[in-house]
């Protein structure tokens, strides 16, 4: 139980183009998710936290209008990168806290995210 | 603000030895203590987790991490590395409480390279 899933799992696009990535809990409510940035050799990095029917609350120095998170159900939270430019590529990882285990967090296999 | 150290940049064991990996924490209160493990390209699976109770904790696949609080310590071990172990691992440390709850600081990372 407690899988998470991201989709797409690769992706390549194009500067200034717009790109969506999902993240989906399973089999199991997520009443909270988490949005993370890894960069390559690096630490991951919390980006932003998705609660459902609400918006998300981001970190410091995480541009709310470049990278947009929509957590719409208690399945799905989704992550928007506006506009994309070179520096955005990045692995992006994702992680869903189960309803009633809120201490735990379940993570995604994560996006590989290249802006050409 | 809770932080996490993993003094460890890059481990190298011979498969069959022992491994301890190193993880300090910062936390001004009973921290929630986590290891994960990342394959290349992958996402993070979790190893074990501290939340109360008995300091030594045993995981998955082998591994055990022995919480320590006078020295602020949660080192993961095991008596005998296998190949597939090799891998970056991540020590990460949970608020347990406050408008941080559940957020997830990670350390550094280790990446351990196993030696047939």
């Known amino acids: 139980g407690a899988v998470v899933s991201q989709h797409p799992s690769r992706v390549i696009c194009k500067s200034g183009t717009s790109v969506k990535i999902e993240c989906r809990s399973l089999?199991?409510?997520?009443?909270?998710m988490f949005w993370y940035r890894q960069f390559p050799k690096k630490s991951l990095m919390l980006m932003a936290t998705?609660?459902?029917?609400?918006?998300?609350?981001?970190e410091q120095g995480v541009e709310k209008d470049k990278f947009l998170i929509n957590h719409a159900s208690l399945t799905l939270s989704t992550l928007t990168v506006t506009s994309a430019h070179p520096e955005d590529s990045s692995f992006y990882i994702c992680s869903a806290r189960v309803r009633g285990r809120s201490n735990e967090q379940f993570f995604g296999p994560g996006t590989r995210l290249t802006v050409l | 603000a809770q932080s996490v150290t993993q003094p460890d940049i890059h481990i190298t064991v011979s498969e069959g030895a022992s491994l301890e990996l190193r993880c300090n924490y910062s936390?001004?209160?009973?921290?929630?203590l986590f290891w994960y493990v990342q394959s290349p390209g992958q996402g993070l699976q979790l190893l074990l987790k501290?939340?109360?109770?008995?300091?030594l904790v045993q995981g998955i696949k082998g591994f055990e991490a022995e919480f320590k609080r006078s020295q602020s310590s949660f080192n993961l071990r095991k008596p005998s590395v296998h190949w597939s172990d090799a891998a970056e691992y991540f020590c990460?440390?949970?608020?347990?409480?406050?408008?941080?709850?559940?957020?997830?600081?990670f350390g550094q990372g280790t990446i351990l390279t196993v030696h047939p």
């Open positions: 501290y939340f109360s109770g008995d300091t």
């Open positions: 089999d199991f409510q997520a009443t909270t």
């Open positions: 998705s609660n459902e029917g609400s918006k998300a609350t981001y």
């Open positions: 990460a440390v949970a608020s347990a409480g406050g408008t941080s709850y559940g957020k997830l600081t």
């Open positions: 936390y001004g209160a009973t921290p929630y």
